[in-house]
T-cell receptor, first 115, second 116 residues
Framework: NAGVTQTPKFRVLKTGQSMTLLCAQD?????MYWYRQDPGMGLRLIHY???????AKGEVPDGYNVSRLKKQNFLLGLESAAPSQTSVYFC??????????????FGSGTRLTVV | GENVEQHPSTLSVQEGDSAVIKCTYS??????FPWYKQELGKRPQLIID???NVGEKKDQRIAVTLNKTAKHFSLHITETQPEDSAVYFC????WGNGGSNYKLTFGKGTLLTVNP
C-alpha cells in the first residue's frame, strides 16, 4: 500500500515548455486534488476531481489543466510554463465510500522550477 | 467561498511550554476541521481533526477546540518537544449528507519552533 505517489519529484523547465505531473493513489479514494505551496501563501487549490471523468477548478486554476481518466490517477498539465509557476506541487486524495475519514492523504510533492 | 485565517504566522516556545494556534473560518456551514503538520521538506500529515458535533478532541499532547458560534477553532500542544517544530496548517470543509464542497480550504500556516 503506497498511498499517494507523485512523479517526478523534481523538475526544471524553461519558460514556454510543457510538462505533466502524475499523481497515483491506491486507496480507492473518490476525490483527488492538486495544490501548490508557495512561501507565506499556504496551500492553494489548483484543480480537483470528485470522481473518475470529473474535474473542477479550484482557487488558482489559470495556466493548468487536469484529467482523471482513471479513478486512481490525476494528471496536472502545464501547457506553457511561466516563472510564476515555480512552486512545490502537492497531490492529495480523500474519501473512500467505505471509510469514515475525510482527511487528505498527501503525496510527497513535486518541486518545479521554471527558468 | 470559505476563507480561513490562521494566527500567529510564527510561534517560538521553550521546550516543555504549551503552544496554541488559532483559526477562524467564514462559512457557517463548515463542519469538518482538520489540522496538518508539515516538517521541513516533507508532505503535510493529518495530526487531528474535529467535527462540528463536538467541542473538543484530545490525542495525547495535542487537542483541538471548536467554537461554532464564534466560528473559530484552535490547536493546543502541551509539553512541547523539539520534534514538534514544524509548520502547522488548519483547514475547514463541508462534508456530509446535508451537502459537501468536497475540498479543504487551508489557513496560511504557522511555523512553530520549539527551542531546547
Amino acid at each position: 500500500n503506497a498511498g499517494v505517489t507523485q512523479t517526478p519529484k523534481f523538475r526544471v523547465l524553461k519558460t514556454g515548455q510543457s510538462m505533466t505531473l502524475l499523481c497515483a493513489q491506491d486507496m480507492n479514494h473518490e476525490y483527488m486534488y492538486w495544490y501548490r505551496q508557495d512561501p507565506g501563501m499556504g496551500l492553494r487549490l489548483i484543480h480537483y476531481s470528485v470522481g473518475e471523468g470529473t474535474t473542477a477548478k479550484g482557487e488558482v486554476p489559470d495556466g493548468y489543466n487536469v484529467s482523471r481518466l482513471k479513478k486512481q490517477n490525476f494528471l496536472l498539465g502545464l501547457e506553457s510554463a511561466a516563472p510564476s509557476q515555480t512552486s512545490v506541487y502537492f497531490c492529495a486524495s480523500s474519501y473512500s465510500p467505505t471509510g469514515i475519514s475525510y482527511g487528505y492523504t498527501f503525496g510527497s510533492g513535486t518541486r518545479l522550477t521554471v527558468v | 467561498g470559505e476563507n480561513v485565517e490562521q494566527h500567529p504566522s510564527t510561534l517560538s516556545v521553550q521546550e516543555g511550554d504549551s503552544a496554541v494556534i488559532k483559526c477562524t473560518y467564514s462559512d457557517s456551514a463548515s463542519n469538518y476541521f482538520p489540522w496538518y503538520k508539515q516538517e521541513l521538506g516533507k508532505r503535510p500529515q493529518l495530526i487531528i481533526d474535529i467535527r462540528s458535533n463536538v467541542g473538543e478532541k484530545k490525542d495525547q499532547r495535542i487537542a483541538v477546540t471548536l467554537n461554532k458560534t464564534a466560528k473559530h477553532f484552535s490547536l493546543h500542544i502541551t509539553e512541547t518537544q523539539p520534534e514538534d517544530s514544524a509548520v502547522y496548517f488548519c483547514a475547514a470543509s463541508i462534508w456530509g449528507n446535508g451537502g459537501s464542497n468536497y475540498k479543504l480550504t487551508f489557513g496560511k500556516g504557522t511555523l512553530l519552533t520549539v527551542n531546547p
